[in-house]
Structure formats: structure tokens, C-alpha cells
């Protein structure tokens, strides 16, 4: 007696044929260009119009701000205009922020002296100091939102180029790669 012994060659379901290894990478590098190109011209045209708007509002620093007599164009500027704006409306409010502020203070008359109403208690007018912090907080927030855009237009710009390369290291390695 004799006894055989016969070899079973068995595929695993992990086993993907080169053509079909060749289509994914195919796949992935195309849309990781795609995805990056559009990044990095969506970066580039947010840029692009936040700059623009800039430019249209012809804004200049003060002489005492951090950038002096500078157009307000970039983040740096912006951030510049901001500050200073804050500082002056700080100047202006005895350094209170509009929180620390009463909604109404005593109405004066020319002479400095309370104004009574006809029972003898003061009359109280809206704090004008505390509602000019309404536009600079306005003025502050929309500069505040252009560092911003600045800041997100770049992100755009890098994340896309990363998947630009990611996308050519894709065609490279299909390229490269032997297919048995």
C-alpha cells in the first residue's frame, strides 16, 4: 500500500489582482488630484477676494498703531487696525469694555449739573460710551474674520498641495509597481 498525498493550492479573500491593485491606486491618485487641485484654487480664490474686499474698503493704520500708515490689506494690517481700534475705544471708555459699562448713566446739563425730572430723581439717558462699543466690537470682528479667511485660504492652499503630491506618489507607485 501506497499512500498519496496531494497538494490543495487555496486562495485567500485578501488576494486582489494586480490589475485591479493597478485600477484602486488609479483611483485614489485621481481623486487625491482632483481634491488637491480644487483645494489650492479654492485657497487661492478665497484669498484672492478677501484681499479684494480689503482694497475696496481703503482703509489706512493711524500713525499710532503697531503698523503705521499702512493699507489694510493683508492679516498683519488687519490685525493692526483691530488693535488699535480697541485700544482707542478702550481710551475713550476709561478702559472699561462694554460689559463693565452701565446701560445708563445720569443725564448733565451744560453746566455739568444733574438733570431732575418734576418728582426730583435724576433723569438717566443711554450710555452713549457704552454703545459706541457696538462698532468698534462691528469693526473689530469683521478684521477679525478677514485674519481668518487669510488663515483658512492658506490651510486650503497646503492641505491641497499635500494631496496634489499624494496624488503623483500614487501614479508613481502604480508606475513602478511590477504586475505578475
Do not use: C
Not at 489706512?60 to 493692526?80: E, F, H, K, S
Not at 481710551?91 to 453746566?111: C, I
Amino acid at each position: 500500500m501506497t499512500a498519496t498525498v496531494t497538494e490543495r493550492v487555496t486562495t485567500t479573500p485578501t488576494d486582489v489582482s494586480p490589475l485591479k491593485k493597478s485600477g484602486l491606486l488609479l483611483t485614489a491618485a485621481i481623486v487625491a488630484l482632483v481634491v488637491g487641485f480644487g483645494a489650492v484654487a479654492g485657497g487661492a480664490f478665497g484669498a484672492w477676494y478677501t484681499w479684494d474686499q480689503a482694497v475696496a474698503q481703503g482703509v489706512v493704520t493711524p500713525d499710532d498703531a503697531v503698523i503705521p500708515g499702512a493699507d489694510v490689506r493683508g492679516p498683519l494690517t488687519m490685525w493692526a487696525q483691530a488693535d488699535i481700534i480697541t485700544k482707542h475705544q478702550l481710551d475713550r471708555t476709561g478702559g472699561l469694555y462694554y460689559s463693565e459699562m452701565p446701560r445708563e448713566v445720569p443725564a448733565v446739563d451744560e453746566a455739568g449739573q444733574p438733570v431732575l425730572d418734576e418728582s426730583g430723581e435724576q433723569v438717566m439717558v443711554p450710555n452713549e460710551a457704552r454703545a459706541s462699543w457696538i462698532d468698534a466690537t462691528a469693526l473689530t470682528t469683521a478684521l477679525s474674520l478677514g485674519i481668518i479667511s487669510y488663515a483658512l485660504s492658506a490651510m486650503a492652499i497646503a492641505v491641497g498641495a499635500a494631496l496634489i503630491l499624494t496624488g503623483f506618489v500614487f501614479l508613481r507607485i502604480r508606475n513602478k509597481a511590477v504586475l505578475v
